[in-house]
T-cell receptor, first 113, second 109 residues
């Protein structure tokens, strides 16, 4: 089955700096890659997603890049703010197979004011 | 819309007890999912459903059962609670993107 590795497990950045989180996946059939943000005591919220027919996607301060050949994808957050502090999860799935998400282990991001 | 609602938010069970975790959604989504999240780990899929009357196993189904008699509800049942089932349980709905509830924190002692 699919295996998703996520690094780093913790990330501390100064407010205004950029944060980068990297994920690798094992199943070349995976074609949908969402990123979720989880705040304490809450469920996960989708912040951005990308499909395998696209190499990059951007939404304001958040961008995701995908390298299908190397089977890795990355989340980039620019101009970080204290409210960006949370746990971030990457995931992968095969869209035609029930969209069953396989999650990475998570990255705890702390933005220091 | 309330979105995805999970009850209870917290529960402590004794080994061997049974309980049902409730999940309901008011968005008329066909797809629903149950995940568990152990401390410091990512979510793992327990069961999922593609519509009323249809359920299927995920990655970690042992010790759990589900049913899907209506589009709105997708309860998860633990028949004989074990310490290894101590976790936070999340329900999600929709094919893409998945919408998550706030979770049920379950401790088994």
């Amino acid at each position: 089955g699919e295996n998703v590795e996520q690094h780093p497990s913790t990330l501390s950045v100064q407010e205004g700096d950029s944060a980068v989180i990297k994920c690798t996946y094992s199943d070349s059939a995976s074609n949908y890659f969402p990123w979720y943000k989880q705040e304490l005591g809450k469920g996960s919220q989708l912040i951005i997603d990308i499909r395998s027919n696209v190499g990059e996607k951007k939404d304001q301060r958040i961008a995701v890049t995908l390298n299908k050949t190397a089977k890795h994808f990355s989340l980039h957050i620019t101009e970080t703010q204290p409210e960006d502090s949370a746990v971030y999860f990457c995931a992968a799935s095969i869209e035609a197979a029930g969209n069953k998400l396989t999650f990475g282990g998570g990255t705890r991001v702390l933005v220091k004011p | 819309n309330a979105g995805v609602t999970q009850t209870p938010k917290f529960r402590i069970l004794k080994i061997g007890q049974s309980m049902t975790l409730q999940c309901t959604q008011d968005m008329n989504h066909n797809y629903m999912y149950w995940y568990r999240q152990d401390p410091g780990m990512g979510l793992k899929l327990i069961y999922y459903s593609v519509g009323a009357g249809i359920t299927d196993k995920g990655e970690v189904p042992n010790g759990y059962n589900v049913s899907r008699s209506t589009t709105e509800d997708f309860p998860l049942r633990l028949e004989l609670a074990a310490p290894s089932q101590t976790s936070v349980y999340f329900c999600a709905s929709n094919y893409q993107p998945q919408h998550f509830g706030d979770g049920t924190r379950l401790s088994i002692l």
